[in-house]
């Protein structure tokens, strides 16, 4: 068991409990892991993935994320995602113009969203956007052109769930979600939300 999973898990293998001070979340459970590789190496996430989600069949659910840049296959988790086990994809689609929202333009966001619905196996893939102008240097959205261009093509998707935003301290500024969050969830028959709006 890798030991980043055995502190911060439930799930203890040695005989005596490691020392609470091992454990950088204190009595805080995980249940579980979210992958943003932007840098470094790129072998063996598929590997870890793999073996975080193979705790799943020990009585937990475990669940396994990733938030890959927009161009594919994603430099640092490609081989990762291809293993078709990753429950959450949040697609970064900012600072990478060739797969962004250009100037009044969803061609290049449109093309990319298809590929990573169309050839990523994962229950649900979330669109990462900046909340602001401020929150990166390139890739924000107007809510208005969110709301009437971008969802209704993003939601044609059975894969789509919902947005993800960068950061909380933006959204806050500019109120981002507030104006979107209403056009973000798809309403079940149960009249429940059943997709989302995260913020990171």
Not at 161 to 186: H, T
Request: hydrophobic content about 35%.
């Amino acid at each position: 068991m890798p030991r980043m999973w055995q502190n911060t898990s439930g799930t203890i293998t040695s005989v005596a409990p490691l020392p609470t001070d091992n454990r950088p979340l204190g009595s805080a459970v995980l249940d579980g892991i979210d992958l943003d590789i932007e840098l470094g190496g790129t072998n063996y996430y598929d590997v870890l993935a793999k073996t975080l989600s193979s705790y799943s069949s020990k009585g937990k659910k475990v669940y396994i994320s990733a938030a890959p840049q927009c161009p594919y296959p994603d430099a640092h988790l490609g081989q990762a995602l291809s293993t078709g086990i990753f429950d959450y994809v949040w697609v970064q689609f900012y600072n990478n113009p060739p797969c962004q929202y250009q100037s009044g333009d969803i061609t290049r966001l449109t093309n990319s969203w298809y590929t990573w619905t169309s050839k990523v196996k994962a229950t649900k893939i979330f669109m990462g956007l900046p909340a602001s102008t401020g929150a990166a240097g390139s890739g924000y959205i107007p809510p208005s052109t969110l709301t009437g261009q971008v969802l209704p093509m993003a939601k044609k998707s059975s894969k789509y769930g919902g947005i993800m935003l960068w950061s909380r301290y933006f959204d806050v500024q500019n109120m981002y979600s507030a104006q979107v969050k209403s056009f973000v969830a798809n309403l079940s028959d149960d009249g429940d939300a059943n997709d989302t709006t995260a913020t990171a």
